[in-house]
C-alpha cells in the first residue's frame, strides 16, 4: 500500500520517538510507510512487560524495524525506570577490573532485553571520563584510562551479542572532557589533537566490532568546526580511528538536545547531519514535544533538501538502504537467538 504522504527513502533514515505505553495509530502508519526504527524511553516503559508489548506490536506491524532502547544499565535505564537498575554502574564495573564480570553484566542486560523483543541497546559508553565536574558522563564511563574503557566496553558488548541483542557505542569521538552538558549546550573540548588521540579517540579501535556508533554533540577544533554529530569532520575521523574497517551504522545523538536544537536548529541539524555522514538520526525523546511533529519536521526537512538539490535522491535512497541492511542484519540476529522468559532474565 502506497503512502504518498511519506517518503520511504527520509523514512529510511530515522530512528522516531513516539508518546505514551501504546503504540499510536499515527506510529502504525509510518511503521507501514517505512519507517527505519523507534526508539523507547523511561515513559514509554513504566514495566519490562509494557516495554515488551510495544515491541511485539511494532515488530507485528513492520517485522524488520529495528526497536532502540537508550540502556546502558546502572544510572542510565529505561527498561527499570520505575525502581532504578538491578545492574551496577559502568564506573563501578571500570573499578572491580573483572573483564568476565563485565561481559557476565552485559549478557545478563541483553537477557532482559531481548525477553522484551527489543533488538537495539544503545550502549556501551567509550567515553573515557577525564573531567570530575563532567555532568553528562560520570560514573556511565569505565573509567579515566582509555585502555580500561575499551576492555570494558568490549567485553560489555560480547555480552550483549551473546544475549542476541545489536550494540551502540557512544558518545564519538568522546564526551568525557566537558564540563557541559549537550542535553542543554554545545560542550567544547579544548585539546590539541594529539592529546585528544591519545586520551579520547584511542578505544574506538574497538568499533569494527560493534553494529554502530553514536555522534556527539560536542565541539573539538583541533578536528573541525561545528558539532561532531553534524559536522562533515568527524566521520573521516571515525573511519581513522577504527582503522577503516567499520561497516555499521553512524547514529546520530538525540537531535532535539540544545547543544544543536538551539544553533542551527532541529530541521537544519537533521539535514546536516545527513551530509556528514550520519547513517540513522535519532530524533530524541518526545517528552517536551509532539512526537509525530518531530518526524514530520525531520521528513520534511529531508524531502525540502532532496527538492533543492542540497542532497541528492541516489544519496537519501543509498543511505536508507544500507540502514536498512544493518538493520535487517540485527532482526535477523534476534530472531535466532532464542529470548528467555523475562521472569527468568
Not at 214 to 227: K, R
Not at 302 to 327: C, F, K, M, P, Y
Request: with cysteine; proline share 7%; glycine share 8%.
Amino acid at each position: 500500500m502506497a503512502h504518498p504522504s511519506w517518503d520511504r527513502d527520509a523514512l529510511g533514515v530515522l530512528m522516531a520517538p513516539f508518546t505514551g505505553t501504546e503504540l499510536p495509530a499515527w506510529v502504525e502508519e509510518v511503521l507501514g510507510a517505512g519507517l527505519a526504527s523507534v526508539i523507547l524511553f523511561g515513559h514509554n516503559t513504566p514495566t519490562p512487560q509494557t516495554a515488551g508489548s510495544l515491541a511485539r506490536a511494532v515488530h507485528a506491524r513492520a517485522p524488520d524495524c529495528v526497536v532502540a532502547i537508550d540502556e546502558e544499565g546502572g544510572d542510565v535505564t529505561r527498561i527499570q525506570s520505575a525502581t532504578g537498575s538491578s545492574l551496577p554502574t559502568a564506573w563501578a564495573l571500570g573499578e572491580v577490573d573483572d573483564i568476565e564480570l563485565t561481559r557476565a553484566v552485559g549478557s545478563a542486560l541483553g537477557d532482559v532485553l531481548a525477553a522484551c523483543d527489543l533488538d537495539l541497546a544503545l550502549a556501551p559508553v567509550l567515553d573515557v571520563s577525564t573531567d570530575p565536574a563532567n555532568p553528562v558522563i560520570g560514573t556511565r564511563a569505565f573509567g579515566d584510562d582509555p585502555d580500561r574503557v575499551a576492555a570494558h566496553a568490549r567485553a560489555f558488548s560480547t555480552g550483549l551479542v551473546e544475549a542476541g541483542l545489536g550494540t551502540c557505542a557512544k558518545h564519538f569521538p568522546g564526551h568525557g572532557a566537558t564540563a557541559t552538558d549537550s542535553h542543554t549546550a554545545l560542550p567544547l573540548i579544548d585539546l590539541d589533537a594529539p592529546q585528544f588521540a591519545r586520551e579520547h579517540l584511542a578505544p574506538w579501535s574497538i568499533i569494527p566490532w560493534l553494529d554502530s556508533v553514536m555522534t556527539a554533540h560536542v565541539l573539538v577544533p583541533a578536528h573541525g568546526e561545528g558539532p561532531a554529530s553534524i559536522s562533515p569532520w568527524s566521520r573521516p575521523l571515525l573511519d581513522r580511528a577504527a582503522g577503516g574497517r567499520f561497516r555499521g551504522l553512524v547514529i546520530t545523538d538525540a537531535l532535539d538536545m540544545g547543544a544543536v536544537a538551539q544553533e542551527p536548529g532541529y530541521a537544519e541539524a537533521v539535514v546536516r547531519a545527513i551530509e556528514s555522514g550520519a547513517d540513522l538520526l535519532c530524533l530524541g525523546t518526545s517528552i517536551r514535544r509532539d512526537d509525530q511533529q518531530m518526524l514530520r519536521e525531520a521528513h520534511d526537512a529531508l524531502i525540502a533538501a532532496v527538492d533543492s538539490g542540497r542532497i541528492t535522491r541516489q544519496g537519501l535512497r543509498a543511505r536508507a538502504e544500507h540502514t536498512r541492511g544493518v538493520l535487517h542484519t540485527l532482526r535477523t540476529r534476534r530472531r535466532f537467538v532464542p529470548p528467555q522468559p523475562l521472569e527468568e532474565a
